[in-house]
């Protein structure tokens, strides 16, 4: 069966376009990296001012600079929840799960 359909010039396309079966476990891999990926890009983009903010408070506790750790500690925490807030927007937008 496999033999016809690679006669017929519709089978000779199907199978360029299907390809065949080896290295489709690497291929499912290599979507896996790719989401992995992209969820810790998108993890980084939404907290990376909190983050910033955290350091910059632990930098400035350490320098003995209490009203500025103070300061950057209450802007990571509102960080904090307008990144929590953005990406609960941005999971249900782009869910398919409800």
Request: glycine share 8%; hydrophobic share 45%.
């Amino acid at each position: 069966m496999k033999q016809k359909m690679m006669n017929s010039k519709f089978g000779k396309l199907l199978c360029r376009l299907v390809g065949e079966e080896t290295g489709a476990v690497m291929m499912e891999y290599v979507i896996i990296a790719v989401l992995v990926a992209a969820a810790a890009v998108v993890g980084i983009i939404y907290f990376s001012r909190t983050m910033n903010e955290q350091g910059a408070a632990a930098a400035a506790a350490m320098a003995g600079q209490t009203k500025e750790a103070e300061s950057h500690a209450e802007k990571a925490k509102g960080e904090a929840a307008k990144g929590a807030t953005e990406s609960k927007t941005y999971v249900e937008k782009f869910s398919d799960v409800k």
